[in-house]
Structures are given as structure tokens and as C-alpha cells.
């Protein structure tokens, strides 16, 4: 197997430190404000644990704006960024907008706060979303197996859904099949069906009993997705759509059904390539990620998102979720990441809520911390690896070192699984 295709099973369909497919509001910078485009800088050190307040995040003064303006630019020249924005929202110590960079490579477009991004494996958060939307209607059961609903699926009588959302199904991941990334990387533009990309794991075997352990596998939502469908009667993408989007005032937020990419978006690079050469991925086809990580959505709807997915209230104070199914969503395992908890189709990571996402192209991280109610949202137009790390990985981290110095958002990235 390829390098490449080792990546791309990796940092566009799995979990890793601040990025993966396959992991508010207060005053302060306005979303339109100017881009603010990247410049030397210094290093500036972080702020040791000791100047974090007690809920664990930093007032956003001018110094610690200051201070992120320069670490993040750092990263950006070390990682060889493009573009990159960045949110930070808190009730009472302010609030971060900026971006820095290009959002086009070609012509010189700079990055900017209200560009349409690929969110990735972020996807898997509305897909169980809609899952335990069934599952609070009664619809469906987190105990079912999932041959109750699928046919032909390698142990399809013994693996549950919950088992399926919390990545202990053990199914192969297809995104992992040697075939699945020639297919992909020889024509970028071709649609995948659902099916097909079950095709592509259950040629082979399990990798071990359901329950038994954790192992991130886009299949199981693939999988989840077609249970959503079969039990509402609707394709996923207006489910989630009318359910979970339109309820929390998230317009900006689309399950595509091709490779249609709304205006204004950045356009995305990345080296999972046939040929391992850089390429742009803006125009590329998303289906081949469906449920798992399709999905493209703005920063201000990331905003909402990280503390709707993280406590289960909608905006306005209605629950999404009952607090019973909610609980058993943020109930995390021990994993084989660590430091991370991984519940339902969401993340734990120093006590950091939410997900990452990477696409070919694209990453995105969401998090929520519930002791300060503070929201951290990461976007970014490449998935190029630095020192083997995923580039939101090294953003992410580097900006919770000094905001949030006792909750470092450190997940590393994940090991190949046999």
C-alpha cells in the first residue's frame, strides 16, 4: 500500500490529533472583520498552566490576542498552511476572529471568516445526531443489531448500533481498501454509492469481535446513515437537515449530494494524489465520504454547533437530545487514543467536546469546553501532513496551550489498526 493511501485512510476518514474524516457568543471581533493575513513573527511562549482561571480558559485580552495572532502564524509558515481561520467565543472573557492567509493559492484570495469549508468527519456529529433523534422517538433501539436494518454486513447479527457510533464494531474500514483509493484518486470526480463503499470493506474480514476494542471506521457510519434512511423515510441529508439544522439556526450547513460547493468557499489542497502532487480539491466529489464526512458548513455555524452536539440544548433552550440518550452519547470509553474518550460519535480530549474533521483538501476541528461554556472552532484549506501530524492538529494545540493551558487539545494522531 501507498503512502498516500495510508493518508488518506488515515487523516481523511479517521481520528487524529486536531483533524479527521476520516474530530457561544460574546463580544469582540466581528465575523466581518478584515482578513488579517499572515506575517513574520517571533515565537512567543505559553502562558504556564498556573495563569489559567478557575473554568479553564484565559480572558482574550490584548496580550493573549496578540499572542495568538503570532503562534498562529508561526504554525501556519512550519506546516506550510495556506489558510487558516479561527474562532474562539467565550460568555465572559471575550471573544477571537481572525484569519489568516489565502483561501486560493492561485489568484491570491485571502482567507476570510464567511467562507464555505468541507467539515470532514465533523459529519459523523449530525449523522448520530439523527440517530439518536430515532432513537429518542423509539424508532430505534441502541442495542439493535445493525442486520436488523442491513443486509449482508459481516457480523451484522451481533454488532449494535451502538457499537457501530462508538467505533467498536470492528468492520473494516473502507477508506483503509487499497482499491477504494485508486478508485477515488483516479477520478476525484466520480460519485461513490453507499453501497460501494460497503463493498470495499466487506471483502474483508473483521478485525475482531464487536465491543472489543476502539478502531475509527468511516464504514460504521455509512452503516448508521443507511438506518437513518430505512427508519425516517427520508434521504439523510433532509433529515438532518429539517431535524437538527433548521431547529438550531444553522442555514450555512449542507449534507451536498454531489460535489457542488456553495460560493464564497476556499480552495482546498492536498497530496493524496495518484501521484502524491499537490493538487486543488475544491471541485473534488464528497460521496465517497457520505455520512462519515461529506458534509460542508461556515465558522459561524460551527460556532452553534460545538455547544448544541456538546450539551444536547438547541440555541434557544429546547433540547435536541433527551438528557437520557444525551448522557449515553457523551459516555466515552477509554480508546486506544490517548487521552481521548470517544462516546457516540464524539470526542473527549482533556475536557474538550466535539470533533475533527479532513477531507482531501480540507480540515476542521469543533470543540466545546463545558467548564468555561467556551467554544473553539479551527478551519483550514490543506490536509498536508507536518511531521506527522495533521496540520489542525498543530493548530488546534498550539492555540489551547494558551487559551485553555490546563485543557490542551492534544490528540494524536491514530496508529494504523493491524
Known sequence: MTHSSRRLRRGAVTAVAVGTLIVPIAGGT???????IGSAATSTEPPSPSASPS??????????????DVTVQQVMRQANIPGVTVGIWTPDKGSYVRSFGVADKGNGQRMSPDLYMRIGSETKTFTVTALLKLVDEGKVSLDDTIGEYVD????????????????RSGLFNYSEDPGF??????????????QQLLDYSFKHPVL?????????????????????EKE???????????????PAGMDQTIFPTGAAFPNPHAQGYTNQTANGEVADTADWNPSWAWAAGAMISTLNDLRIWAPTVATGVYPDGTRMIS???????????????????YGLGIFNVQGWIGHNGSLPGYESLTIYLPSA????????NTDINYQGSEPSTVVGEAITKIVSPQHVFNLPAQPAAH
Do not use: H, W
Request: charged share 15%.
Open 373 to 380: 461554556k467556551a467554544t473553539l472552532v479551527v478551519l483550514l
Open 55 to 68: 473554568g479553564g480558559v484565559r480572558a482574550l485580552t490584548p496580550d493573549v490576542t496578540r499572542q495568538l
Open 323 to 341: 438528557p437520557a440518550t444525551q448522557k449515553q452519547r457523551l459516555t466515552t470509553p477509554p480508546t486506544t487514543i490517548p487521552g481521548a474518550g
Open 152 to 167: 449482508g454486513v459481516p457480523n451484522g447479527d451481533k454488532i449494535t448500533l451502538r457499537e457501530l457510533a462508538g467505533m
Open 181 to 194: 483509493f485508486t478508485a477515488l484518486t483516479s477520478d476525484p470526480q466520480r460519485p461513490f454509492t453507499p
Open 30 to 36: 466581528a465575523f466581518g472583520a478584515p482578513a488579517v
Open 232 to 246: 425516517s423515510g427520508r434521504p439523510i441529508g433532509d433529515y438532518i437537515q429539517k431535524n437538527v439544522l433548521a
Open 208 to 228: 475482531f469481535p464487536p465491543g472489543e476494542k476502539f478502531y475509527y471506521c468511516n464504514t460504521n457510519l455509512i452503516l448508521l446513515g443507511l438506518v437513518v
